[in-house]
T-cell receptor
Framework: GQQLNQSPQSMFIQEGEDVSMNCTSSSIFNTWLWYKQDPGEGPVLLIALYKAGELTSNGRLTAQFGITRKDSFLNISASIPSDVGIYFCAGPGSGNTGKLIFGQGTTLQVKP | NAGVTQTPKFRVLKTGQSMTLLCAQD?????MYWYRQDPGMGLRLIHY???????AKGEVPDGYNVSRLKKQNFLLGLESAAPSQTSVYFC?????????????FGEGSWLTVV
């Protein structure tokens, strides 16, 4: 079945550093979504990507839709303490039903 | 703006007890979903619904039942709770899948089965 693999599983960085994480799949996805989950909250959409090769920014966040359509990358520049949380990549499951397949998540901790 | 609301937020159950989680959305979304989140496993789809009166199985449906009697509500039931069902449960809703699809999540329900 469809699976998304995220790496790294966790990161512990210093405030001000840049962060990179990625998501890969064995199958092609036509949409890539990146979510952030704050502690004790539900996931919130950060960036949505709809075209291979697309590069989209949202403030300090930049995400790219891989050309092969089997991967995506999320970069966070100049990290701040409020960037702490779990970052999930997601893509549409099979069938036109709107359900999503999620990666395992990358847990980010930022040291002030 | 309420968005997606889940109740209860926290619950402790004994093995074998039953309970129902309620999800309500005020965005007139057709699609609704129940996910569970476990450490290191991301979110896994339990059941989903593409419209009032319809439900379908997701990735991990065993041990759960759902009902969508009203468009705005999606109920998740555990008939006989097991410790393996200790998890955080998230409800979500969306418009029918399209290029601009966005799924909105509730804040989560923490369930512990002892």
């Amino acid at each position: 079945g469809q699976q998304l693999n995220q790496s790294p599983q966790s990161m512990f960085i210093q405030e001000g550093e840049d962060v990179s994480m990625n998501c890969t799949s064995s199958s092609i996805f036509n949409t890539w979504l990146w979510y952030k989950q704050d502690p004790g909250e539900g996931p919130v959409l950060l960036i949505a990507l709809y075209k291979a090769g697309e590069l989209t920014s949202n403030g300090r966040l930049t995400a790219q839709f891989g050309i092969t359509r089997k991967d995506s990358f999320l970069n966070i520049s100049a990290s701040i303490p409020s960037d702490v949380g779990i970052y999930f990549c997601a893509g549409p499951g099979s069938g036109n039903t709107g359900k999503l397949i999620f990666g395992q998540g990358t847990t980010l901790q930022v040291k002030p | 703006n309420a968005g997606v609301t889940q109740t209860p937020k926290f619950r402790v159950l004994k093995t074998g007890q039953s309970m129902t989680l309620l999800c309500a959305q005020d965005m007139n979304h057709e699609y609704m979903y129940w996910y569970r989140q476990d450490p290191g496993m991301g979110l896994r789809l339990i059941h989903y619904s593409v419209g009032e009166g319809t439900t379908a199985k997701g990735e991990v449906p065993d041990g759960y039942n759902v009902s969508r009697l009203k468009k705005q509500n999606f109920l998740l039931g555990l008939e006989s709770a097991a410790p393996s069902q200790t998890s955080v449960y998230f409800c979500a809703s969306s418009r029918p899948y399209a290029s601009g699809n966005t799924i909105y999540f509730g804040e989560g329900s923490w369930l512990t089965v002892v």
